[in-house]
């Protein structure tokens, strides 16, 4: 069995031993047997499961409860209107988070004991908001702070929402970044300083570039995450994805819109998710030996 | 393990499980209309519990409709219409035992754990379709409620609501009614609980909630310091009254149902509205439209 892509003769006049294509064309028929079995072993998978679940007795009440493909369409707009607020408040709240984040990574990381009081307080910063349930800090900014009634701050809920998801979230965000400043090899450090560059100057143009390279995956997880908690702050009484297919839920009992809004979340996500692991690896930041070879 | 052999053992394991977790088809005929008194006897009703009419309700249950957070106490509306129709259908006030319904948990799919859930449920025909409900036990109004000196304070037709920033609670027909009929400029405040609007509303992040009539009055005078009715809002047709709410297909529906109408016929409700539910009506106060 020749291979009609492999020619028998390279240019160069080189062709493969008898034994060198017998090789070729067992491997390449065991790459199609494999192909063959994992395809017809997902098949049978996928039956049995679709099979199995459709058999079950209360199959059609889940299936018009919650896969009501009419009522999906139906509540599609109200949904996407309220996903479109979860989209304004984690873009906003990103950008923030990534400024307040790197800057108490980099205040934990100042090294000499002038600046101990600084380190103390990113440290004392991010206990804090990491153990604090993230619904206890947007209640108690959402709705303590206009309860205060002072002049001159604003009390749209979606504001003190927002400001609790970045002051929690700053905190992880921090521990991310400090992990990767940390996995910096000193030697780096020392080779930036020997060549004449300041503190700063390392930080800047040694040290944080190959951190935030080495974070990115974890940094990822947390915008992931940072996007589907932005709809806790619909406690504060916005209209948030969640609470938009909630309000839809309640005109007929019909869970299909909570559906419509998981479709939505995962489809915003697995596009951003991919754009990062493509860049990430077209730049080589993958390996801490500075991507592949 | 070779291949082969896993496999099998995952298919089986598959169909195993499967038809493991499959349970007992549950009859769904329409439910038998009672032909006379007694197919709603005692002992002929499909109960949960033999011997036990098992309502549920959501935790916290809020006044006017309970009382203290305790449905057992026989006070407030609900849990005392509750006791009547558990009465009428000839239960003692301790064979009533009450469990925690969540209000989602009311309507999802599957068997339910309790023969009626009374939850200041509104009656629709889109709902019937997940759920059965008893006729109306409660004829709902909807009001407006507001704090002195706020911009709605003064408002007499539903257009003097237009520019406000009003809340509702999530679920609830106020919001139905307050996205359909007041149409506000603004997006509404939605909350989980009122609790939480009228705790929006003390911060001046509201300039009213939307709620039905008796919790307005509740609010009014038990929440608020300075709270005031700003007045009725104009129904959207039909009455919109709060039902039992029972498993889709239910048996025990038609002897609920009867129960509700006696207690109606016989003046029971009124009796019970009175006692319990502020029985002065904002109808003096109506917005109009």
């Given at each position: 069995?020749?291979?009609p892509d492999?020619?028998?003769?390279?240019?160069?006049?080189?062709?493969?031993?008898?034994?060198?294509?017998?090789?070729?064309?067992?491997?390449?028929?065991?790459?199609?047997?494999?192909?063959?079995?994992?395809?017809?072993?997902?098949v049978?998978?996928?039956?049995?499961?679709?099979v199995?679940i459709?058999?079950?007795?209360?199959?059609?009440?889940?299936?018009?409860?919650?896969?009501?493909?009419?009522?999906?369409?139906?509540?599609?707009?109200?949904?996407?209107?309220?996903?479109?607020?979860?989209?304004?408040?984690?873009?906003v709240?990103?950008?923030?988070?990534?400024?307040?984040?790197?800057?108490?990574?980099?205040?934990?990381?100042?090294?000499?004991?002038?600046?101990?009081?600084?380190?103390?307080?990113?440290?004392?910063?991010?206990?804090?908001?990491?153990?604090?349930?993230?619904?206890?800090?947007?209640?108690?900014?959402?709705?303590?702070?206009?309860?205060?009634?002072?002049?001159?701050?604003?009390?749209?809920?979606v504001?003190?929402?927002?400001?609790?998801?970045?002051?929690?979230?700053?905190?992880?965000?921090?521990?991310?970044?400090?992990?990767?400043?940390?996995?910096?090899?000193?030697?780096?450090?020392?080779?930036?300083?020997?060549?004449?560059?300041?503190?700063?100057?390392?930080?800047r143009?040694?040290?944080?570039?190959?951190?935030?390279?080495?974070?990115?995956?974890?940094?990822?997880?947390?915008?992931?995450?940072?996007?589907?908690?932005?709809?806790?702050?619909?406690?504060?009484?916005?209209?948030?994805?969640?609470?938009?297919?909630?309000?839809?839920?309640?005109?007929?009992?019909?869970?299909?819109?909570y559906?419509?809004?998981?479709?939505?979340?995962?489809?915003?996500?697995?596009?951003?998710?991919?754009?990062t692991?493509?860049?990430?690896?077209?730049?080589?930041?993958?390996?801490?030996?500075?991507?592949?070879? | 393990?070779?291949?082969?052999?896993?496999?099998?053992?995952?298919?089986?394991?598959?169909?195993?499980?499967?038809?493991?977790?499959?349970?007992?088809?549950?009859?769904?005929?329409?439910?038998?209309?009672?032909?006379?008194?007694?197919?709603?006897?005692?002992?002929?009703?499909?109960?949960?519990?033999?011997?036990?009419?098992?309502?549920?309700?959501?935790?916290?249950?809020?006044?006017?409709?309970?009382?203290?957070?305790?449905?057992?106490?026989?006070?407030?509306?609900?849990?005392?219409?509750?006791?009547?129709?558990?009465?009428?259908?000839?239960?003692?006030?301790?064979?009533?035992?009450?469990?925690t319904v969540?209000?989602?948990?009311?309507?999802?799919?599957?068997?339910?754990?309790?023969?009626?859930?009374?939850?200041?449920?509104?009656?629709?025909?889109?709902?019937?379709?997940?759920?059965?409900?008893?006729?109306?036990y409660?004829d709902?109004?909807?009001?407006?409620?507001?704090t002195?000196?706020?911009?709605?304070?003064?408002?007499?037709?539903?257009?003097?609501?237009?520019?406000?920033?009003?809340?509702?609670?999530?679920?609830?027909?106020?919001?139905?009614?307050?996205?359909?009929?007041?149409k506000?400029?603004?997006?509404?405040?939605?909350?989980?609980t009122?609790?939480?609007?009228?705790?929006?509303?003390?911060?001046?992040?509201?300039?009213?909630?939307?709620?039905?009539?008796?919790?307005?009055?509740?609010?009014?005078?038990?929440?608020?310091?300075?709270?005031?009715?700003?007045?009725?809002?104009?129904?959207?047709?039909?009455?919109?009254?709060?039902?039992?709410?029972?498993?889709?297909?239910?048996?025990?529906?038609?002897?609920?149902?009867?129960?509700?109408?006696?207690?109606?016929?016989?003046?029971?409700?009124?009796?019970?509205?009175?006692?319990?539910?502020?029985?002065?009506?904002?109808?003096?106060?109506?917005?109009?439209?």
């Amino acid at each position: 069995m020749r291979n009609p892509d492999e020619p028998a003769v390279t240019a160069d006049g080189w062709r493969p031993s008898r034994l060198q294509q017998e090789r070729l064309a067992y491997r390449r028929r065991q790459t199609v047997r494999s192909g063959l079995i994992a395809g017809v072993s997902t098949v049978v998978v996928l039956v049995l499961v679709v099979v199995g679940i459709g058999s079950t007795p209360g199959w059609p009440r889940v299936r018009e409860t919650f896969f009501d493909v009419d009522r999906g369409w139906e509540a599609l707009p109200v949904v996407a209107q309220g996903l479109w607020l979860n989209i304004r408040v984690m873009i906003v709240c990103a950008i923030l988070i990534v400024i307040f984040g790197l800057t108490l990574a980099i205040l934990r990381t100042l090294r000499g004991p002038v600046f101990f009081p600084l380190r103390m307080f990113a440290a004392a910063y991010t206990d804090v908001f990491r153990e604090l349930p993230l619904l206890l800090v947007i209640f108690l900014l959402g709705f303590g702070v206009p309860a205060l009634q002072l002049r001159g701050l604003p009390n749209q809920a979606v504001i003190w929402g927002g400001a609790a998801l970045v002051l929690t979230y700053s905190s992880y965000v921090a521990e991310v970044f400090r992990a990767g400043i940390e996995s910096v090899h000193p030697s780096q450090r020392a080779a930036a300083r020997s060549l004449g560059l300041t503190h700063r100057q390392t930080l800047r143009f040694v040290v944080l570039p190959q951190a935030v390279r080495r974070v990115m995956p974890p940094l990822l997880n947390d915008f992931v995450s940072l996007q589907k908690d932005s709809g806790l702050i619909a406690v504060l009484g916005v209209i948030d994805a969640i609470r938009a297919a909630q309000l839809e839920t309640a005109e007929d009992f019909n869970f299909t819109p909570y559906v419509v809004a998981g479709i939505l979340f995962v489809a915003l996500t697995i596009p951003l998710t991919r754009l990062t692991d493509y860049v990430a690896r077209r730049q080589g930041w993958y390996g801490g030996g500075g991507g592949p070879v | 393990m070779n291949p082969r052999t896993a496999v099998a053992v995952l298919a089986a394991a598959l169909v195993v499980g499967i038809t493991a977790c499959a349970p007992e088809d549950e009859s769904s005929g329409a439910a038998p209309t009672p032909s006379s008194a007694d197919a709603c006897s005692k002992d002929k009703l499909a109960l949960k519990t033999p011997g036990t009419f098992t309502a549920g309700t959501d935790k916290p249950a809020y006044e006017p409709w309970f009382s203290g957070d305790d449905p057992t106490n026989g006070k407030g509306f609900e849990s005392a219409v509750t006791y009547a129709v558990a009465a009428k259908l000839g239960f003692g006030k301790d064979q009533v035992k009450w469990q925690t319904v969540q209000f989602n948990a009311a309507f999802a799919p599957g068997p339910k754990k309790f023969d009626v859930d009374v939850n200041q449920i509104s009656i629709s025909e889109e709902r019937r379709k997940a759920v059965d409900f008893s006729t109306g036990y409660y004829d709902v109004d909807q009001a407006v409620i507001t704090t002195a000196g706020s911009k709605i304070a003064q408002a007499r037709s539903i257009g003097d609501l237009a520019d406000a920033k009003l809340g509702a609670q999530v679920g609830t027909t106020s919001y139905t009614v307050l996205r359909d009929v007041v149409k506000p400029k603004q997006t509404p405040g939605v909350f989980d609980t009122n609790d939480l609007a009228v705790q929006a509303l003390k911060n001046k992040q509201l300039d009213g909630i939307v709620v039905d009539l008796p919790t307005g009055f509740y609010m009014v005078n038990a929440q608020l310091d300075d709270g005031q009715i700003v007045g009725q809002l104009p129904g959207g047709g039909e009455t919109e009254q709060f039902g039992f709410v029972l498993e889709k297909g239910s048996a025990l529906t038609p002897c609920v149902s009867q129960a509700v109408d006696a207690l109606k016929n016989d003046g029971t409700l009124a009796k019970l509205r009175q006692e319990h539910l502020t029985t002065e009506t904002a109808s003096g106060r109506e917005l109009t439209r």
